[in-house]
């Protein structure tokens, strides 16, 4: 078992709420952007992807955390990151300036549906909005970026299948609860299931999140389970720690 202190704890339970977080090699100012770093984003940029990877774009960038974690990982990779919102984009641009991954990641304000980025992608990564039919913020920002009116997943899959190179994918954590539309929304736009692994927070409760990889080639498909925390509060597990321990301190 692996004792962790409060700030792995925060990320499993919770979004930072802190005007900004240090990771290993980069810092993420989050004051001005609706969406705050958390497990998903973390989740996913730890996952995604694998092999020599030259062009990856990563949809509603929020903080640019996935971005950076993309371009920490895959360093021979030049990364896009593009964020509807204005106010999150410009924070992501001065997130991108001061890391040591500037020259590799190139942060757009553009509308995602409709952005022409003048290539294609080896992975295109998202950590979409996906709530629907629910309460949205008096926030309009924080609704956006909640709430799926703006990017529906149809339109995220179908675009992102135009956008990528012959043999590329992409990668969406999701809840549990939307992996058989995600499936049938794959097979309409030519996309198979290629990786899936489901994450439950610790062994007493149910599986919430899914991360899933749709591929442009036929692959069989690998199956997983992943907790993060074990029966005792504030201890990860191994294989969580595995996954992440390139990018978060420990305190």
Request: hydrophobic residues 45%; negative net charge.
């Amino acid at each position: 078992m692996i004792s962790v202190c409060s700030v792995w704890v925060f990320l499993i339970n919770s979004d930072m709420a802190n005007d900004w977080f240090q990771f290993k090699e980069f810092l993420v100012r989050q004051d001005r952007t609706p969406m705050k770093v958390g497990t998903d984003g973390v989740l996913l940029g730890a996952w995604a992807g694998s092999g020599w990877l030259l062009n990856i774009l990563d949809v509603g960038t929020g903080t640019g955390l996935v971005a950076l974690m993309m371009a920490q990982r895959f360093s021979g990779a030049r990364v896009d990151a593009v964020e509807l919102d204005p106010e999150s984009a410009g924070q992501a641009a001065e997130n991108v300036v001061e890391s040591p991954f500037a020259d590799r990641v190139t942060v757009h304000q553009a509308d995602f549906l409709t952005w022409d980025p003048g290539r294609k992608y080896d992975l295109i990564v998202c950590n979409p909005p996906y709530f629907r039919d629910s309460l949205q913020s008096p926030d309009p920002g924080r609704t956006t970026a909640r709430h799926d009116d703006t990017l529906p997943l149809a339109d995220l899959i179908r675009r992102s299948n135009e956008l990528l190179v012959p043999g590329g994918g992409l990668s969406l954590i999701l809840p549990v609860g939307r992996l058989p539309e995600v499936a049938k929304i794959a097979v309409a736009a030519g996309l198979n299931l290629n990786r899936i692994l489901r994450v439950r927070g610790n062994p007493k409760v149910a599986v919430r999140r899914v991360l899933i990889h749709l591929d442009k080639q036929y692959l069989p498909v690998e199956m997983g389970e992943m907790t993060l925390e074990t029966e005792t509060r504030g201890v990860i597990t191994e294989e969580y720690q595995a996954l992440v321990g390139g990018f978060l301190l420990e305190r």
